[in-house]
């Protein structure tokens, strides 16, 4: 009898010496991913673009916290903060050399967002919460309604870096209008999310001050991050049931990055985060690198240089060894959220009372 009833308490410490077991696995693999991710940005800091630059100061904040809060529950996870350690002090070099080159090559462009370009304005998240199904739109416009340059003029808006010593936090009519409107697939919906992660990271209050429509009359910053997400993460599901595709996947793992860095812990989905991984370049260590279109690239490049004017979006830079600078950034950001979800989960005191 005695036995017997040792048998469930057992099976749960066996249960849970399997749980900590697979976490450590995962974190091995993030961190194994990290920092060939980071061997990518120490060869070609020279070359990455803004948006690429962003995607990696995302991870090195989301690596500061991890440091900081590592749970020391046993000498294996303290062996994998000691990893942990080494990998940020090698981004930190190699970010410094490339937000140097990007302020000389677009002084104006840096400019504008440099905020975005410093670890501390990156808020990691405290809590989570979940998306709601109900939230989802009955119907999505089947094109964009999002524009780059209106994009990026309420950024600058919000930053404070529309003009030298700009007053930050302003939300204009048109500003407001495109960031509030429900419908928007895509891109276009993962900037309207980012634009409120943004003021609110900012410290701008009342992004909503002005909008005097009664269907949003009780509406709060936090209702169109929700909304945002849980169409995301509808969005995201239906990639997947559909097969990724080089079409997909960019925006799939964009989906994952800002959700999970605005809280949202059903975005960190071990089967999305085996995809992520599955999609780093063993010989480079970026992602979305495809290796036939090199030569076209390298071609594509010359004639930007002849024709100057060509103006070529930003989030589509292609560099020299065939690697995409957007997914690279946003697939580190993401597996960076992905480890500090981890480790909340490993930290017993921060799980929620049941």
Known sequence: MRTAALRPPAALVLFGAVLCASRAEVIDDLLGSLSRGVSFLERQHEHINLDGAVGFVMLQAELKEAVRTWPHTDPV???????????????????????????????????????????????????????????????????????????????????????????????????????????????????????????????????????????????????????FCSNMMKANQDIVANGLTEQTVDIFIENILICGLAGFSDFQKTDWLQHILRLQDDEVGCFGRDKSFI?????????????????????????????????????????????????TEQDITKRPLS
């Open 77 to 227: 996870s303290w062996a994998q903060r000691t990893t942990a350690v080494a990998l940020l002090s090698r981004l930190d070099q190699s970010l410094d050399k490339a937000v140097a080159a990007l302020r000389l090559n677009d002084p104006k462009y840096y400019r504008e967002f440099e905020p975005l370009l410093t670890w501390t304005f990156w808020m990691i998240p405290q809590e989570w919460r979940s998306t709601d199904p109900s939230l989802v739109y009955p119907s999505t416009l089947t094109s964009e309604c999002y524009d780059e340059q209106l994009s990026d003029k309420c950024l600058t808006l919000l930053l404070g870096t529309w003009k030298m010593n700009g007053t930050p936090c302003i939300v204009t009519k048109p500003c407001r209008d495109t960031m509030t409107r429900f419908g928007c697939p895509h891109y276009s919906l993962s900037h309207q999310l980012l634009y409120f992660m943004i003021g609110r990271m900012k410290g701008c209050n009342n992004l909503l001050k002005g909008d005097t429509r009664a269907s949003r009359q009780n509406m709060t910053e936090q209702n169109y991050q929700d909304i």
């Open 295 to 343: 030569s076209q690239i390298i071609g594509d490049e010359l004639l930007e240089q002849l024709q100057p004017h060509r103006r070529v979006k930003r989030r589509e830079k292609i560099l020299p060894d065939g690697c995409s600078s957007h997914m690279t950034a946003v697939a580190v950001g993401a597996l960076g959220g992905y480890l500090n979800f981890h480790l």
